[in-house]
């Protein structure tokens, strides 16, 4: 099994351009999630899919969009990308059957000038 | 809204020393997560505890679940630089998404 998984690992963006990130999970969770990570900000959540052809908004989703495409994957778009959307980004599905645990990808580091 | 606070944010130390890192909240938790995040990787989950009072050790590493279920601190005995990280809680709430204090990053130096 190949846990979860992301791409890109990197990315550099300009201000104003749009990509997609990538996630997959073959463990066959339910619930799936979208994190960004900044310096002495901890997690935040940005949206979240509890289940196929659901989403929720998290702490943080402005700017953001999301797609719950199968029960493997959910993508995470910035429209519009925007300095302050540098960040490291991480994707996770959650484990409900014993003890909620979150299974994280590796992250993509994104960069917009 | 709960708050959620992770104490201290910063700590580092000489091997061999032992440290306490804290949990806290003004919410009741049904769960309560420790996860440790390495440079450059996502977390991983180290332990859940689930009753108030709970204890769990994990080789050097011991958990505590406060009575109230309101708080947590996670010891950690002769630190080795291995244990180099950032050491995140998560509080469990039914019906809501996980959600992560801001960590405590530890580093180890031999």
């Known amino acids: 099994n190949a846990g979860v998984t992301q791409t890109p690992k990197f990315q550099v963006l300009k201000t104003g351009q749009s990509m997609t990130l990538q996630c997959a999970q073959d463990?066959?969770?339910?619930?799936m999630y979208w994190y960004r990570q900044d310096p002495g900000m901890g997690l935040r959540l940005i949206y979240y899919?509890?289940?196929?052809?659901?989403?929720d908004k998290g702490e943080v989703p402005n700017g953001y969009n999301v797609s719950r495409l199968n029960k493997r994957e959910f993508s995470l778009r910035l429209e519009s990308a925007a300095p302050s959307q540098t960040s490291v980004y991480f994707c996770?599905?959650?484990?409900?059957?014993?003890?909620?645990?979150?299974?994280f990808g590796p992250g993509t580091r994104l960069t917009v000038l | 809204t709960q708050l959620l606070e992770q104490s201290p944010q910063f700590l580092s130390i000489q091997e061999g020393e032992n440290l306490t890192v804290y949990c806290n909240s003004s919410?009741?938790?049904?769960?309560l997560q420790w996860y440790r995040q390495e440079p450059g990787e996502g977390p991983v989950l180290l332990v859940t505890?689930?009753?108030?009072?709970e204890v769990k050790k994990l080789k050097r590493l011991t958990f505590q679940f406060g009575d109230a279920r309101k708080d947590s601190s996670l010891h950690i005995t002769a630190a080795q630089p291995g244990d180099t990280g950032l050491y995140l809680c998560?509080?469990?709430?039914?019906?809501?998404?996980?959600?992560f204090g801001k960590g405590t990053t530890l580093s180890v130096s031999s």
């Open positions: 899919s509890a289940s196929e052809g659901t989403t």
């Open positions: 996770a599905s959650l484990e409900m059957e014993f003890y909620n645990e979150q299974f």
């Open positions: 505890v689930v009753t108030g009072g």
């Open positions: 919410s009741v938790f049904s769960s």
């Open positions: 998560a509080p469990n709430q039914a019906g809501t998404a996980l959600i």
């Open positions: 463990m066959n969770h339910n619930s």
